[in-house]
């Protein structure tokens, strides 16, 4: 498919990017994972990081997550990978109680490697 730009009909597959004039940026995998969390209630008008177990991340991926459901007042301000297997989210307060995200919903964390 050398110079084509259009709809590709057959799924592509990639081994590996690397990106031209950035030495060492190479991207070897990106994946999604589905995960239930349930976390713990975040005080008002703050942010709070929280811990949660999610089999397959690693240090260095860059990582995203989607919250299934909104929440007033209630946002995701930072995700990261902790350590391995495990993400650190933030979550922020903007509100004058405290806000506990929904029990046992299942987050999408995405990220590449």
């Known amino acids: 498919m050398t110079s084509y730009l259009g709809v590709a009909t057959d799924e592509p597959v990639v081994s590996s990017l690397t990106f031209k004039g950035a030495p060492g940026d190479k991207i070897s995998q ?52 902790s350590a391995a297997n495990t993400i650190a989210i933030t979550f922020s307060n903007n509100t004058a109680a405290s806000i506990t995200p929904t029990a046992a919903e299942t987050y999408q964390v995405g990220g590449i490697r």
């Open 30 to 81: 990106i994946y999604r994972l589905a995960t239930t969390l349930t976390p713990a209630a975040v005080a008002a008008n703050t942010t709070a990081e929280q811990t949660f177990a999610v089999p397959g991340v690693a240090i260095g991926d860059v990582v995203y997550v989607t919250k299934p459901s909104a929440q007033a007042g209630l946002g995701i301000v930072n995700v990261r990978v």
